[in-house]
């Protein structure tokens, strides 16, 4: 048994060595091409970025957070990502549950549905919801009637933040839990556990670095998310409008250090999601690791 296992071993390493033929010019041309792509595209674009928020010096900077509209924009954002990010966690669980564990009719549609978000326009998704909820809209009357507004309110907002968001948790979830198969949640049913005695024992902690991701991913797109929630929330300052929306209407009103300083905020929040992305896939990769060689020990 160490035997054929150092043998596998030796296999794989000569193998990876196999895979690098190319000459050492064509290797530094490559990467040095990905790194100007990267630094004319990404790195560039943020320095601008901060460079100009704090064109005007630190006060100037800080000021533009404490101003009432843009702590308002604030709070409606992480209130937005604080409610439709939950409810995505919820079902996406349920619905790579649903798919990966049992054939029922109608998966090849909640599959397609579920893509959707991808597929269709952000705008055409908040003008959706305006049909459906505006004065004019199918509900509308009923709405009035009732003294309920959804369009041009936070209901809207976050309504528009979850349908653009709701795939991220589900698609992550549903390849691995397919790979996986239920072998073991079955074994576990056989053994006497429960439903949710298997599913917070057996199924939880096989996907947990795969629906960290996607929350991850989902709480980066409802905070930046700007097509959709454009269209539902009426740009009312101080109450409907996101952070994305508060950066629109202070460049647009040539306010460029408070624009700016918005920006960077939302930029820092992007590179905090990609810190705590690259975590997750590290973790990740580095359990896979030990798993790997506690079977090639076995």
Sequence with gaps: MAGATKSRIATRGSA????????????IVLIGTALLFLAFFLVLPLVAVFA?????????????????????????TLLAALIAV????????????CIA??????KNVLITLIDMPFAVSPVISGLIYVLM??????????LRDNDLKIIFAVPGIVLATVFVTFPFVARELIPLMQEQGSEEEQAALSLGAGGWQTFW?????????????????????????????????????GKTNTMPLHVEILYNEYNYASAFAIASLLALLAMVTLVLKSLVEWRASREMKKAGESQLKE
Aim: contains cysteine.
């Design 86 to 97: 939950p409810l995505n966690l919820v079902f996406g669980l349920a619905a790579a549950w």
């Design 16 to 27: 990876s060595k196999a895979t690098v033929t190319e000459p050492l010019w064509v290797r």
């Design 201 to 237: 024992r057996v199924t939880l902690p096989n996907v947990k670095w795969a629906l960290i991701y996607g929350v991850i991913l989902c709480n980066a797109r409802a905070m930046g998310e700007f097509g959709a929630v454009s269209v539902v929330s009426g740009h009312i300052r």
């Design 133 to 142: 909820f505006g004065l004019q809209g199918w509900f509308g009357e009923w």
């Design 101 to 106: 564990k049992f054939n029922f009719v109608g």
């Design 52 to 76: 100009e928020a704090l064109r005007k010096g630190m006060g100037v900077y800080f000021a533009s957070f404490t101003e009432t509209d843009a702590l308002a924009s604030i709070r409606l």
